[in-house]
């Protein structure tokens, strides 16, 4: 369980098209990045 403590870092990576997403353990080194997946981005012309 974590504690109050604890922290997890959320980077987003924006691009034209998509937007990648990773999460990082608050802990120093940077071992535990993980990448999530890439939320593609809709755009509509009227």
Request: proline share 0%.
């Amino acid at each position: 369980m974590r504690g109050m403590q604890d922290s997890m870092f959320i980077g987003l990576d924006v691009h034209k098209a998509t937007i990648s997403v990773a999460v990082a353990d608050g802990m120093r080194g940077g071992e535990a990045v993980q990448r999530r997946g890439a939320i593609r981005l809709f755009t509509e012309t009227r």
